[in-house]
């Protein structure tokens, strides 16, 4: 572990001054994706690295984790609460007010796309980039939302599988608060990571590490990743 934290400091490292950044800008969750990710940004860039929590109708645990990250590591801060902005929109869409118990994807996925517009805001402002947090089990089937989550300039984690970044985190000594709360993308009030998957990220992870799985674990990813594949490609071009 202590190979892999020094090697993805050095590539962030490496990343920024390639690509003429000073840093990095992180949205910090209070998971322990973000954790991680903003961890080794902070190692890359000492200086230059800036969390932004953005609660939108979200637990208010979560913004304390968040903070709980950003403080025992010495991670400048931003809050930006977007619950306005989203009710606003929900609003003007919908003609409806936002009802924060309903899984409609249309309307939930705004909230990660308007923390991406949040995100560029400060990338921008501060010649920084933004560093996302998906990992390579989420990649794998596609478990983010295209232009939300995925709107990033680069993945640190995107190689790892989430028991790897289980094992960093561990390394890096974020608080086990934050390693021990069960995944969730948090965009509605009980959503849980594995519930809507299907499967757990146990047999997520031994299938791409080892390709070992029953088959309604090869199955449920199968479905996943050919429903999900265009989040990874550019958008379509004419052949002419
Ligand atoms: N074949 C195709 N070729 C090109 N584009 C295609 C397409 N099929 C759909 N699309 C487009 O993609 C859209 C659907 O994709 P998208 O908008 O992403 O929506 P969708 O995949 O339905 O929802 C995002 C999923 O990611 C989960 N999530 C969200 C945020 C964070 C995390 C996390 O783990 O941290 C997870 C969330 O719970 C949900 O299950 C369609 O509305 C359409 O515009
Ligand atoms: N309230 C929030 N404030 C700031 N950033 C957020 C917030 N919610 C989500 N994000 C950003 O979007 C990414 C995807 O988040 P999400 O919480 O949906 O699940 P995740 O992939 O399990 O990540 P994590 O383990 O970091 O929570 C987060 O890692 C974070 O960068």
């Known amino acids: 572990m202590h190979l892999l934290a020094e090697r993805l400091t050095e590539w962030l490292r490496e990343q920024a001054a ?8 992180v949205g910090l969750s ?36 968040a903070r709980l990250v950003a403080r025992t590591f010495d991670i400048p801060f931003k809050e930006i609460v977007l619950d306005g902005p989203y009710a606003l929109l929900v609003r ?3 003609g ?3 009802n924060v118990e309903k899984k409609d994807l249309s309307i939930i996925n705004i909230k990660p796309r308007l923390r991406m517009i949040t995100l560029y805001f400060y990338a921008s402002r501060l010649q920084y980039l933004v560093a996302g947090t998906g990992n390579r089990s989420e990649l ?7 232009y939300g989550d995925g709107g990033v300039d680069l993945l640190p984690i ?18 086990r608060r934050i390693i021990e709360k069960p995944p969730s993308a948090g965009l509605w009030v009980g959503q849980n990571d594995e ?11 031994e299938f791409i590490l080892t390709g070992k ?6 199955e449920v990813v199968k479905c996943l990743a050919a429903k999900n594949a265009h989040k990874k490609q550019m958008p379509a071009l004419p052949p002419f």
């Open 213 to 218: 799985a029953d088959d309604r674990v090869r």
């Open 140 to 146: 794998t089937v596609g478990y983010f939302t295209k």
């Open 158 to 175: 995107g190689n790892l599988v989430k028991r790897q970044v289980y094992e960093l985190a561990e390394y890096l000594g974020i608080p």
């Open 30 to 65: 209070g998971g322990i994706d973000s954790a991680v990710t903003a961890v080794l940004c902070k190692r890359a860039c000492p200086d230059s690295v800036l969390g932004v929590i953005m609660p939108c109708y979200s637990n208010p645990q979560d913004a304390e984790d």
């Open 92 to 94: 003007l869409l919908t």
């Open 18 to 25: 390639e690509r003429g950044a000073r840093g990095y800008v």
């Open 195 to 205: 519930a809507e998957m299907g499967i757990t990220y146990q047999e997520l992870d």
């Open 96 to 98: 409806e007010d936002c």
